[in-house]
């Protein structure tokens, strides 16, 4: 289960938040690179789940993420991920959910690539009261290839690894006040995957 709070934050912002004390000194950074999947009349959207091939340093990954509640930019979801080869979609593997894992299989001859997200992460491990929290800084583009649509992808990701929920909209207030001033991260509801096939569609 993944429980994360996204904040949406403008480029000005940036030298702000990264001064801020708790995100210093400069977190670990990976390059991420991602495929999107789903079937020609879009199933996998029509039960909000997302399907996802990942290029994590020199490792595969196959994340499988359903359905989920999203208020105020505090998701809570259930997700699967595990090594993978390209294109080979073992659901069967991943999942630990039988039903699940065969409904994806059925539908994997359908599934094709939409759109994909490459993004450069900085990631810290932060204590927040009895919370342990992992702040992701996401920066770089979402893009349809084959086409010229893409647009710029800039977002902060607190999820919780340990302690209550509220832990993460305390962190959030916390990192709002920088050395340098306020910086108004904004709670978003819109996922990668969302924004995505937001893009995709307009293809």
Same mark, same amino acid.
């Given at each position: 289960?993944?429980?994360?709070?996204?904040?949406?934050?403008?480029?000005?912002?940036?030298?702000?938040?990264?001064?801020?004390?708790?995100?210093?000194?400069?977190?670990?950074? =990976?390059? @991420?690179? $991602?495929?999107? &999947? *789903?079937?020609? *009349?879009? /199933? @996998?959207?029509?039960?909000?789940?997302?399907?996802?091939?990942?290029?994590?340093?020199?490792?595969?990954?196959?994340?499988?993420?359903? /359905?989920?509640?999203? =208020? $105020?930019?505090?998701?809570?979801?259930?997700?699967?991920?595990?090594?993978?080869?390209?294109? !080979?979609? !073992? &659901? %069967?593997?991943?999942?630990? *959910?039988?039903?699940? +894992?065969?409904?994806?299989?059925?539908?994997?001859?359908?599934?094709?690539?939409? &759109?994909?997200?490459? &993004?450069?992460?900085?990631?810290?491990?932060?204590?927040? /009261? %009895?919370?342990?929290?992992?702040? /992701?800084?996401?920066?770089?583009?979402?893009?349809?290839?084959?086409? +010229?649509? $893409?647009?710029?992808? @800039?977002?902060?990701?607190?999820?919780?690894?340990?302690?209550?929920?509220?832990?993460?909209?305390?962190?959030? %207030?916390?990192?709002?006040?920088?050395?340098?001033?306020?910086?108004?991260?904004?709670?978003?509801?819109?996922?990668?995957?969302?924004?995505?096939?937001?893009?995709?569609?307009?293809?």
């Amino acid at each position: 289960m993944e429980t994360e709070l996204k904040l949406s934050l403008y480029a000005a912002e940036l030298p702000s938040l990264l001064a801020h004390p708790l995100l210093t000194p400069t977190g670990d950074t =990976q390059r @991420l690179v $991602n495929t999107y &999947f *789903d079937t020609p *009349d879009l /199933a @996998l959207q029509q039960r909000r789940m997302a399907v996802r091939e990942r290029l994590a340093g020199d490792q595969w990954l196959l994340t499988v993420k359903t /359905a989920g509640q999203s =208020q $105020n930019g505090l998701s809570r979801r259930q997700e699967w991920e595990g090594p993978t080869s390209p294109g !080979a979609l !073992a &659901f %069967d593997t991943l999942i630990d *959910d039988r039903v699940l +894992a065969a409904e994806l299989m059925a539908m994997r001859p359908h599934l094709k690539a939409l &759109f994909c997200t490459d &993004f450069e992460r900085q990631r810290w491990v932060v204590a927040q /009261a %009895d919370a342990q929290i992992e702040v /992701a800084l996401d920066q770089g583009r979402i893009h349809v290839p084959g086409t +010229a649509l $893409n647009e710029p992808l @800039l977002e902060l990701e607190l999820e919780l690894l340990s302690g209550p929920d509220s832990s993460l909209m305390a962190l959030a %207030d916390v990192l709002r006040q920088t050395p340098q001033g306020p910086v108004g991260l904004t709670p978003s509801d819109a996922s990668k995957a969302q924004r995505g096939m937001a893009l995709w569609q307009r293809a």
